[in-house]
């Protein structure tokens, strides 16, 4: 068993070595007409021996560096297999930066139509590419698979020509298409990874009488601890940015704020590494109470020109500029 290969991860799926027990279920998922017959090394039927046999082939090719075979698992439960076979048509000593590779799949007919074939083809070129140091990764289809060939394009291979190849499943030679694509061709293809989520949080420029701005200082526990920011906080799922204010300000200040003493400022639009803030800033004169610090943070009054004396949050520098001017 190649215990030093660590499975490749995707969304949905695990590509792994093959293992004894997956013999059963490979058997069962191959030895139907429908899969076998897009293959050109599989014959059919497919005969149970064979299975043990192919398994064991996968872990001595592993080893001698030769080919990368793995089971496509879904949920616990073997679901195809994909591999990259080195080409052996060049000196094995040709630097590592020519080496090319075939990709080969097939994803078990109860799977189909769910977009495995690309996400697992995609994950494990993506692998090689930056693990084998491939130049080139080259596929076929039937002439007639349009939907394997759907997949190939889909990771970024590139039509490159047509061909005739042995059929095994067949018993006689099959027209193919032919398929290439570098490195770069497939890292273009490969979906972008998902989008930062966007936390909306409402923000306010207390300005008291003197024209100075209240700013509080991140507590200890917290991310950006010691950093001064504008009070606020979050907006809660149903509620608008002034509700939300009008609630953060009684929590964190003890005072009361009505919607029409909010007047909208500016806002700050800032990607941090986990998420992307978007933040409306609103001034504020006019409150009800003693502004105290209730959640036990420290607070303080700032003149606007000394704004630029209190280490603020990355989003905030904007914001701190557009003030001075307008104050
Ligand atoms: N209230 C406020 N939040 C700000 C400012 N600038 C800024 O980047 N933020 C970010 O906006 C988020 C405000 O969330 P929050 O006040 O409801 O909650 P929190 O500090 O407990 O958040 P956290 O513990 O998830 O960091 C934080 O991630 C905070 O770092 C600012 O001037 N005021």
Redo the contacts with the bound molecule.
Sequence with gaps: MPLDFTPIRTARLTLRPLSPEDAAPLHRLVNDWEVAKTLARVPFPYPRELADEWIAATWAQMAAGEAWHLAIEQGGALVGCIGLTLDRDRPREERAEQRRAELGYWIGRRAWGQGLAPEAAGALCAWAFESLGLAEIHASALRDNLRSQAVLRRIGLRPAGEGVQPFLSRGAKMPVLLFRGDRAALAAARPAPPPKPI?L???VALVDSDGRVL??Q?PEG???AG????????VDAGETPERALIR?LKEELDIDVTEACLGPFTF?S?S?EK?H?L?P?YLCRRWNGTVRGAEGQKLAWVRVQKLADYP?????VP?VAMLRDFL
């Design positions: 936390v949080v409402a923000a700013l509080a991140r917290k991310s950006m950093l001064w920011e504008f009070p606020g906080g979050k953060e700050a800032h941090y998420f803030l933040m800033l603020m949050p990355p989003a905030d914001l």
